[in-house]
C-alpha cells in the first residue's frame, strides 16, 4: 500500500510540470502577418513598364483574419509620372513634373466554397506627387475586384470606381465638359502551375484593360489594349524566390504615340524582367 501511495505521489510530481506548462500556453491568434521585399529589373503593371525599363524595389505587408478578412499594402518607385516632364500634349496642354512613388491600400474578404476561392476587395491606388497636366485628371485610382480560384486557375476582373483613372480622360470644366472613367475595368486569366517535385512554378497570364471613355483626343485611337505574360518562378528555403517572365501588348504604333508613349518608348514593348524576393 505504501509502495502505491508513493508511485502515485511521484507519477503526480512528473505529471504537475505538464498541466502547469499547458495552462501557460498563449492561445492561438486570430490573425496572421506576412511582408515581402522584392528587387526587379523593372516594374510591369497590366504589360506596362512603370520604371522605363529601369530597376524597382518593391515591399508590402499583409494582415488576415481566421474570418476571411484581410487588409494590405504595397509601394515601389515609378518613374511614368515624370517621364513626360515638358511634353505639349496635341491640345496644347503642357505636362510638369510627377512623383516617382505608387502606393497601394487593399482591404477584402477571402472564402473556399468546396474548393472554388472566392477574393473580394477594394484597391486604392495613391501617387504622392500627382501626375499634373493641364486638361487631365489625377493618377490616383480606385478599383473594386473579385476573383475566383481553383487549384492553379484564376479569373479576375477589377473595375474602377473613381472618376479618375491614371491620368485618363479629360478633366472637367463648365465650358467643354470631360470624361468619368467609372466603368473602366481590366479582366484577366492566370495561371500558376507547378512543375511536378521541381520547385519551379510555371506563370501564365492574359489580361485585357478596356477603358471607358480614354482617349488622347477625340481623334486618337481608344487607349484599351491586351497583355499577356510567361514566366517562372523557384522557391528556396527561408521564403526566397526568383523568377523572370516576358510580357507583351497589341498596342499599336498609332495607340501608342497617343497613349502609351512616355520618354519616346512605347511602354507596352514586349520587354523580360527578373526579380528576387523575400517573403517573411
Known sequence: MRKSLITIAVLGALAAPSFVFAADAAPASDFTASYNVGLFSQYIFRGLTQTNNKPALQGGFDVSHKSGLYIGGWSSNVSWLRDNEGYVAPNGGVYSSGGSLEIDLYG??????????????????????AHKQ?????????????????????????????????????????????????????????????????????LLHVGRQEFNQARASYTSPDASYTDWKVGLTKGFDGGVNIGAFYTDTNISTANAAANWTYANKNIGDSTGTVFVQKTF
Open 108 to 129: 477584402g474578404f477571402k472564402t473556399d466554397v468546396s474548393g472554388l476561392g472566392i477574393d473580394l476587395g477594394a484597391l486604392q491606388y495613391y501617387y504622392p506627387g
Open 134 to 202: 493641364q486638361y487631365y485628371d489625377k493618377a490616383n485610382t480606385t478599383e473594386l475586384y473579385g476573383a475566383l480560384s481553383y487549384g492553379w486557375l484564376q479569373a479576375k476582373i477589377s473595375g474602377v470606381v473613381s472618376k479618375d483613372a491614371w491620368g485618363f480622360g479629360k478633366k472637367y470644366n463648365a465650358s467643354t465638359g470631360g470624361d468619368d472613367e467609372r466603368g473602366t475595368y481590366y479582366a484577366e486569366l492566370n495561371a500558376n502551375i507547378p512543375l511536378a517535385d521541381t520547385g519551379i512554378t510555371a
